[in-house]
């Protein structure tokens, strides 16, 4: 309508842009004035109307826009920086009849006759009598640009480095009026030293004058330079100053002038724990050795960045990396003083940087993840939902308590400032770099739905500046009738057995009663039973037969209830016998997690990796990859450590399902136990692709025990039944804590000079640990095994010490073999003590027999004390830890070719984070497209490499977000070197 054409006129709305048409009720007539347009009248088949283009043109440059404002204001119009621009013309409506809305096509009354043509010629041709000439209009001029003045600040300043790194430079800008002009954005660029704390880069900014007219940067430099800093408002927008753009006539002048005396420079004098800064001596005396130390403000040692540091001929170091330490908070210098042993303890600084200060990073929450089913679910049914709330910044949250969201099928979209979603989780703590998981239950009905998350919904933590990463989704939710995608699958929310597809019963005769209830989207099993070990079964079993290769994973919510070896999981067998072979991954009660098979139908059963302490719930995994089995565990059901693998021809099709029993078929005790199963998930199909080989350098550990803490009362074996092996003769005790021990919580081997009485026998007492090996150790791989243990000493005897032994034992049981002594006995004086201490071996390091020997063989690791007969030894153990590891090996380096390597660091809330499993690849112009990940300290390397010039780019996802990092490096014949190209990986 006119009125809205003229509000959006009038108000000056931006970038406004329309059309609007009048309509004549007739033709001008001779000796008649025009007549006038009808508004909201679009007009009539064949008459006359008039249109009107008009369009609010937004003004950016922003010294045209004060002009603007200014001259809007004083025509009483509101002040917006727009210029309307308008254009006006007549023509006939040669048909078209169009109504306002829903309004009725409008009328004139009695249409006037329309004339029909007649041919030229006779009286001639009939014209139209002109409405009259149109309005003319002439365009106002837009005023030429007024005379303007910029002025820059100080015109010369000089600095002494390193204590005067920076200096602040002001430009300050009026308009004709000589009246400060705000808002203006100045550019301001420098020929050397940069515009942030690492002196370099960048060297072009922009700034806003304030309210004084004025805009003030700060420049710095690291290193002897001078600068020439110009000023000038940017019009053309190119980021280079043009000529006839406003400046100051005579640039300013930065010095920055070497002290004279040793000095240091350090890129960053501000930083963030775990950032990288780099460090340079100059001008220090030659022939010199320094150490080069991380000190506080007072003085006191942090950290030595490098020891015995030769200066090159100028008396200069150069660009030493160092990594703030993660704790550091403070005011800090680097000092460099002359090498000693220990390094940095010199009395005297040779040299030292300006002050550096390090701030804690903001807290960075987010949501991680929101574990919803990936297949099609029951509709009008709760789905239980774990949500993923990651704390990515390296700082504690504590005592403040902040909300975090679900939201399903939300009204607007994301973010929600202080929104509440159908489900809000609060948690008042969250580590540094820690993941928390709250569960909910969410009620889905039919259809695709979306969901969302989002952490610190009510922003009561103080974050990040941006704060824009905190919000995840959107996640699509799939509720549809019909079977579960894998047709094996089950979320157990049926709330009863789908008997078409699994059966439930006994195997080996375990007594009468078992039965699965399934209510509340989980599955749980009750019944006695046996032994699951040994040559045959006694357990209730529930199953499925799956033909080929399976992926097969449930998570254990509760149980098993029962003996100590009771057990509750995942098992794959050749048919119901109770004898029958089988592969099995089971919670036990009181051991955690075991792994076992039988390889043959009345074959015995063995462990084929360690058992493993876990918490509930746990998730449990089998694979299957023709008669390959590998076995896997998890704390969140999406991030899985693989335990080992066993072959077993178990044949094409298999029993597959979840196994339970108490190890008890008292009918007074059995009742009251149960396990509980939920989310029971089995695809099929082509197994998974094969990983990929693993990069140089790269160690993977397997934990093959540990023993914290041996606290039980007096007179005790730790623990009574459990995997310690010990010996305990007279005159020879093995025993943990109280009295008489004085010792509490440590396994005690006491030596007296006790022996038999009938055969002069002397007492040795032992302590054995068996393990097994993992069961590949490759060949070419650096093989460890390493041993770490606590130690205490108490010889009380009146005679020479009786010492400790540590040895390797093959085969199992009690009898003694031969092993390998590993360290020798203390030797102190008469009634001496040896306070405690940590002990750490390679237990295979003096062995003739190479660690890949023993594959997948059982071993025992034994703490055994000779006895002499005479002394009265004591000696305790505790915190015992012995694990394997395996490290690839790097290749020789090849003279006529070059390697590339170094750091992958990740940009995670503005804090520079080394990081594991960064994909990262190499290549060169028509050439051979190389592939690694980094390794465990976020190292990558690429080895012997043909010359050249290479791009290496990275990427990882960390929490649902992909970063992403490129360098180029030149590769040259017999450099080796892999620590100096770093990559920094950004969000992209």
């Given at each position: 309508?006119?009125?809205?054409?003229?509000?959006?006129?009038?108000?000056?709305?931006?970038?406004?842009?329309?059309?609007?048409?009048?309509?004549?009720?007739?033709?001008?007539?001779?000796?008649?004035?025009?007549?006038?347009?009808?508004?909201?009248?679009?007009?009539?088949?064949?008459?006359?109307?008039?249109?009107?283009?008009?369009?609010?043109?937004?003004?950016?440059?922003?010294?045209?826009?004060?002009?603007?404002?200014?001259?809007?204001?004083?025509?009483?119009?509101?002040?917006?920086?727009?210029?309307?621009?308008?254009?006006?013309?007549?023509?006939?409506?040669?048909?078209?009849?169009?109504?306002?809305?829903?309004?009725?096509?409008?009328?004139?009354?009695?249409?006037?006759?329309?004339?029909?043509?007649?041919?030229?010629?006779?009286?001639?041709?009939?014209?139209?009598?002109?409405?009259?000439?149109?309005?003319?209009?002439?365009?106002?001029?837009?005023?030429?640009?007024?005379?303007?003045?910029?002025?820059?600040?100080?015109?010369?300043?000089?600095?002494?480095?390193?204590?005067?790194?920076?200096?602040?430079f002001t430009a300050q800008v009026w308009d004709e009026f000589n009246q400060p002009i705000e808002g203006l954005p100045i550019s301001f660029s420098t020929d050397a030293g940069g515009f942030s704390p690492d002196g370099v880069s960048p060297r072009y900014i922009e700034v806003n004058t304030d309210s004084a007219g004025r805009a003030t940067v700060t420049i710095y430099a690291n290193e002897p330079v001078t600068a020439t800093i110009r000023a000038w408002v940017d019009v053309n927008g190119d980021d280079r100053y043009s000529v006839g753009e406003i400046t100051d006539a005579s640039p300013s002048t930065k010095v920055w002038n070497p002290p004279g005396t040793p000095w240091i420079a350090v890129s960053h004098i501000e930083a963030i724990p775990l950032q990288h800064i780099r460090v340079s001596l100059y001008d220090h005396v030659t022939p010199g050795s320094y150490d080069v130390c991380f000190i506080t403000e007072g003085g006191s040692l942090v950290e030595v960045i490098a020891s015995n540091v030769s200066v090159d001929a100028e008396g200069n170091a150069l660009n030493l990396d160092y990594q703030i330490p993660t704790d550091a908070e403070g005011r800090y210098r680097v000092v460099s003083r002359e090498s000693t042993s220990p390094a940095c303890m010199g009395a005297t600084d040779v040299?030292?940087?300006?002050?550096?200060?390090?701030?804690?990073?903001?807290?960075?929450?987010?949501?991680?993840?929101?574990?919803?089913?990936?297949?099609?679910?029951?509709?009008?049914?709760?789905?239980?939902?774990?949500?993923?709330?990651?704390?990515?910044?390296?700082?504690?949250?504590?005592?403040?308590?902040?909300?975090?969201?679900?939201?399903?099928?939300?009204?607007?979209?994301?973010?929600?400032?202080?929104?509440?979603?159908?489900?809000?989780?609060?948690?008042?703590?969250?580590?540094?770099n820690e993941t928390k998981v709250v569960t909910?239950?969410?009620?889905?009905?039919?259809?695709?739905?979306?969901?969302?998350?989002?952490?610190?919904?009510?922003?009561?933590?103080?974050?990040?500046?941006?704060?824009?990463?905190?919000?995840?989704?959107?996640?699509?939710v799939t509720a549809v009738c019909g079977p579960p995608l894998f047709p094996y699958g089950d979320g157990f929310w049926d709330e009863s057995l789908d008997t078409s597809r699994w059966t439930f019963t006994g195997i080996g005769n375990p007594g009468g009663g078992g039965q699965v209830i399934e209510e509340n989207g989980t599955l749980t099993i009750v019944g006695p039973g046996g032994s699951i070990w040994g040559t045959s079964d006694r357990f209730w079993f529930l199953y499925q037969r799956v033909t080929g290769d399976f992926d097969i994973s449930v998570?254990?919510?509760?149980?098993?209830?029962?003996?100590?070896?009771?057990?509750?999981?995942?098992?794959?067998?050749?048919?119901?016998?109770?004898?029958?072979?089988?592969?099995?991954?089971?919670?036990?009660?009181?051991?955690?997690?075991?792994?076992?098979?039988?390889?043959?139908?009345?074959?015995?059963?063995?462990?084929f990796a360690n058992d493993t302490a876990v918490s509930l719930p746990v998730w449990v995994r089998l694979v299957r990859q023709s008669n390959t089995f590998t076995a896997y565990y998890s704390s969140d059901g999406y991030n899985w450590t693989a335990a080992g693998s066993i072959n077993v021809n178990m044949g094409n099709t298999a029993l597959v399902g979840l196994a339970y029993s108490p190890y008890t078929t008292r009918s007074s005790q059995w009742p009251r136990y149960s396990a509980n199963f939920d989310d029971f998930d089995c695809p099929v199909g082509d197994p998974p692709p094969p990983p990929p080989p693993r990069p140089p350098g790269l160690q993977v550990c397997n934990q093959l025990f540990s023993v914290n803490g041996l606290e039980v009362g007096a007179d005790e074996w730790y623990p009574p039944n459990g995997p310690w092996a010990h010996g305990e003769e007279a005159g020879a005790v093995v025993?943990?804590?109280?009295?008489?021990?004085?010792?509490?919580?440590?396994?005690?081997?006491?030596?007296?000079?006790?022996?038999?009485?009938?055969?002069?026998?002397?007492?040795?007492?032992?302590?054995?640990?068996?393990?097994?090996?993992?069961?590949?150790?490759?060949?070419?791989?650096?093989?460890?095994?390493?041993?770490?243990?606590?130690?205490?000493?108490?010889?009380?005897?009146?005679?020479?010490?009786?010492?400790?032994?540590?040895?390797?034992?093959?085969?199992?049981?009690?009898?003694?073999?031969?092993?390998?002594?590993?360290?020798?006995?203390?030797?102190?004086?008469?009634?001496?003590?040896?306070?405690?201490?940590?002990?750490?071996?390679?237990?295979?390091?003096?062995?003739?027999?190479?660690?890949?020997?023993?594959?997948?063989?059982?071993?025992?690791?034994?703490?055994?004390?000779?006895?002499?007969?005479?002394?009265?030894?004591?000696?305790?153990?505790?915190?015992?830890?012995?694990?394997?590891?395996?490290?690839?090996?790097?290749?020789?380096?090849?003279?006529?070719?070059?390697?590339?390597?170094?750091?992958?660091?990740?940009?995670?809330?503005?804090?520079?984070?080394?990081?594991?499993?960064?994909?990262?690849?190499?290549?060169?112009?028509?050439?051979?497209?190389?592939?690694?990940?980094?390794?465990?300290?976020?190292t990558y390397g690429f080895y012997n490499?043909?010359?050249?010039?290479?791009?290496?780019?990275?990427?990882?996802?960390?929490?649902?977000?992909?970063?992403?990092?490129?360098?180029?490096?030149?590769?040259?014949?017999?450099?080796?070197?892999?620590?100096?190209?770093?990559?920094?990986?950004?969000?992209?």
């Open positions: 309508s006119n009125s809205e054409f003229q509000d959006s006129v009038v108000n000056s709305a931006p970038n406004f842009f329309g059309v609007r048409i009048w309509g004549f009720d007739r033709f001008q007539q001779p000796g008649e004035p025009p007549p006038t347009p009808i508004p909201d009248h679009p007009g009539l088949q064949g008459l006359p109307i008039q249109v009107e283009v008009i369009h609010n043109v937004a003004i950016l440059d922003p010294i045209f826009q004060r002009v603007i404002i200014e001259t809007r204001r004083l025509a009483g119009l509101p002040p917006s920086p727009i210029v309307t621009v308008r254009a006006t013309t007549q023509m006939i409506n040669e048909g078209v009849q169009v109504g306002m809305g829903d309004s009725p096509v409008p009328t004139f009354g009695t249409p006037p006759p329309i004339n029909t043509p007649t041919p030229c010629g006779g009286g001639g041709c009939p014209t139209n009598t002109p409405s009259g000439p149109p309005p003319t209009y002439t365009p106002t001029p837009t005023p030429p640009p007024q005379p303007q003045r910029l002025v820059l600040e100080p015109d010369l300043v000089t600095n002494t480095l390193p204590l005067e790194p920076s200096h602040q040299a030292q940087s300006e002050i550096i200060t390090v701030q804690p990073p903001p807290p960075d929450l987010i949501i991680e993840r929101i574990g919803v089913p990936t297949y099609p679910i029951t509709p009008n049914t709760y789905i239980t939902v774990p949500v993923y709330v990651r704390n990515q910044a390296p700082v504690v949250i504590t005592g403040t308590t902040f909300d975090n969201d679900l939201y399903l099928d939300p009204a607007l979209a994301p973010p929600f400032p202080s929104q509440p979603g159908v489900y809000k989780a609060w948690l008042n703590s969250i580590g540094a909910t239950v969410l009620y889905v009905e039919e259809g695709v739905h979306t969901l969302w998350g989002q952490a610190d919904t009510s922003n009561r933590v103080n974050e990040e500046t941006q704060e824009d990463n905190n919000v995840t989704g959107p996640i699509t998570k254990i919510n509760w149980g098993p209830g029962g003996a100590e070896w009771a057990k509750a999981g995942l098992m794959v067998r050749r048919s119901t016998a109770a004898n029958s072979r089988r592969v099995m991954v089971m919670k036990t009660n009181l051991h955690g997690l075991q792994f076992a098979y039988r390889s043959s139908d009345g074959g015995t059963t063995r462990r025993k943990s804590g109280g009295p008489p021990v004085p010792y509490d919580g440590a396994y005690m081997l006491r030596l007296r000079d006790d022996t038999n009485i009938f055969d002069g026998t002397v007492y040795h007492p032992w302590v054995r640990q068996e393990v097994l090996m993992p069961a590949e150790i490759p060949t070419d791989t650096i093989n460890t095994a390493i041993l770490s243990f606590a130690r205490y000493v108490d010889n009380r005897g009146a005679d020479d010490p009786d010492e400790l032994d540590l040895r390797i034992r093959q085969g199992t049981g009690d009898a003694r073999t031969a092993g390998t002594v590993i360290q020798e006995g203390i030797q102190l004086a008469d009634g001496a003590q040896h306070d405690w201490e940590v002990v750490t071996r390679d237990l295979f390091a003096s062995d003739l027999t190479p660690s890949y020997a023993y594959a997948g063989q059982a071993l025992q690791i034994e703490f055994y004390a000779p006895n002499d007969g005479t002394a009265d030894t004591w000696y305790f153990l505790d915190e015992l830890y012995f694990e394997v590891c395996m490290e690839e090996p790097r290749p020789q380096p090849e003279p006529d070719k070059g390697s590339i390597g170094g750091q992958t660091t990740v940009l995670l809330a503005g804090i520079p984070t080394a990081m594991s499993g960064v994909n990262v690849w190499a290549y060169a112009p028509g050439g051979e497209l190389y592939y690694t990940y980094s390794i465990q300290d976020g490499l043909p010359p050249g010039t290479y791009t290496v780019y990275a990427e990882v996802q960390v929490g649902g977000r992909l970063y992403t990092g490129m360098i180029q490096v030149t590769v040259t014949a017999g450099d080796h070197s892999t620590n100096n190209d770093h990559i920094l990986l950004l969000p992209s």
